[in-house]
């Protein structure tokens, strides 16, 4: 994030403490400026330790940045284009997020505010803080539940969330720094980015039932083709995806992918996987396992979603690009200049976290080139 961004949200969130300091999550439309219909009472405060980025920075902010904190010192938000219907206010690290039971859950990690919000699109509220492990991080909507992965635990957990009391109902040991998660032939498998593993749970009993051994540093799992796909974000130069037969829980295959793997999603019957390291997405051929294309996302890829037709790449920095895969081009982007971590669809938006500055932004799909 720029240092230009870095004094603007700084100054927004101040003069929206300023306002009302007994409603700290709301929603803000793009265009409606901070100090006037700003209620945020903590939301400035947020130094998360993943981010990168947090109050020190704003401290040792550069003398040259004073003239862009005087010009913005009506508290707007800055211009994330057209597209970016909305901003909601959303302090404690938001990070991952699903919609289940006509709801948007999110983690939300910062200090020790361990929380995951069970939050209303239509009317953009929150409605109840559900308190999980430590650094819930993944999010998944599976069975009936809502699944989160408590990255700092040790051992990790996942923590099962009833949708309709928003209480947690079991909490379940994995292994290491879990992080990604999908759900197939009734399981909920999860990414054990420690230990080296994925661990696959029953919810009937809400038992590990087992655990399989992959490459470095698994992160992000899909489901496709009767297989669950592994990125492995620490495996080698040569950085690998692998394959597993999600019925017999054996290795089938381990595919050379490049650089930093993160994000795996199906999207258009075939297996697309984020390459962090190379500013690329590559698509997976199912059929001999190999790597059958490459598009290149100039903004970067972290995470990815699959939705309206299109395959979503979130790069670190909040730059959220639009691919047209039949075109194999990025076709459209939103640059929101936070560390972005989340990103699902409901309700016909697009919706991204920002773990850095504590928001989430609404993108409008149809505002955007397809």
């Known amino acids: 994030m720029n240092k230009y961004s870095i004094v603007v949200f700084a100054v927004f969130f101040a003069a929206a403490a300023a306002s009302c300091e007994d409603d700290p999550e709301y929603t803000v439309d793009k265009d409606a400026g901070g100090s006037d219909s700003g209620k945020s009472a903590d939301a400035g405060t947020d130094d998360n330790n993943d981010a990168g980025e947090g109050a020190d920075a704003d401290a040792d902010a550069d003398a040259d940045t004073d003239a862009d904190a005087d010009a913005d010192a009506d508290g707007d938000l800055p211009d994330a284009g057209p597209a970016v219907e909305a901003f909601v206010v959303m302090p404690n690290g938001p990070r991952g997020?699903?919609?289940?039971?006509?709801?948007?859950?999110?983690?939300?990690?910062?200090?020790d505010a361990d929380n995951v919000t069970k939050f209303d699109p239509e009317s953009r509220v929150p409605f109840d803080d559900t308190t999980a492990g430590h650094r819930p991080a993944g999010v998944l909507a599976a069975a009936g539940a809502v699944w989160v992965t408590n990255n700092s635990d040790d051992p990790g957990t996942v923590s099962r969330i009833n949708p309709a009391?928003?209480?947690?109902?079991?909490?379940?040991?994995?292994e290491t720094k879990p992080w990604g998660m999908t759900y197939a032939e009734s399981s909920v498998w999860v990414a054990n980015t420690g230990d080296n593993s994925v661990s696959r749970i029953?919810?009937?009993?809400?038992q590990v039932t087992e655990t399989i051994k992959v490459g470095a540093g698994p992160v992000f799992l899909a489901y496709g083709a009767d297989s669950i796909w592994v990125?492995?974000?620490?495996?080698?130069?040569?950085?690998?995806?692998?394959?597993?037969?999600?019925?017999?829980?054996?290795?089938?295959?381990?595919?050379q992918v490049g650089n930093g793997p993160s994000a795996i999603v199906l999207h258009g019957g075939s297996i697309w996987v984020a390459?962090?390291?190379?500013?690329?997405v590559a698509?997976?051929?199912?059929?001999?396992?190999?790597?059958?294309?490459?598009?290149?996302?100039?903004?970067?890829?972290?995470?990815?979603?699959?939705?309206?037709?299109?395959?979503?790449?979130?790069?670190?920095?909040?730059?959220?690009?639009?691919?047209?895969?039949?075109?194999?081009?990025v076709v459209d982007t939103v640059d929101t200049g936070g560390r972005?971590?989340?990103?699902?669809?409901?309700?016909?938006l697009i919706?991204?976290?920002?773990?850095?500055?504590?928001?989430?932004?609404?993108?409008?799909?149809?505002?955007?080139?397809?």
């Open 351 to 370: 919706w991204v976290t920002d773990l850095t500055n504590g928001l989430m932004y609404l993108i409008n799909p149809a505002k955007m080139a397809e």
């Open 275 to 280: 390459l962090e390291g190379d500013d690329k």
């Open 202 to 206: 029953n919810p009937a009993n809400n």
């Open 97 to 111: 997020l699903a919609f289940a039971s006509g709801y948007l859950w999110i983690a939300r990690a910062f200090m």
């Open 231 to 255: 990125s492995n974000y620490n495996e080698g130069n040569g950085k690998n995806v692998t394959r597993i037969n999600a019925v017999s829980n054996s290795k089938e295959a381990t595919i």
């Open 283 to 329: 698509r997976i051929n199912a059929t001999d396992n190999t790597v059958a294309e490459t598009i290149d996302v100039p903004l970067g890829a972290y995470q990815l979603l699959s939705a309206v037709d299109s395959l979503w790449a979130v790069g670190y920095m909040g730059k959220i690009s639009r691919i047209n895969t039949d075109k194999g081009e």
């Open 340 to 348: 972005c971590e989340g990103i699902a669809y409901g309700e016909n």
């Open 165 to 174: 009391t928003a209480e947690v109902d079991e909490t379940i040991e994995v």
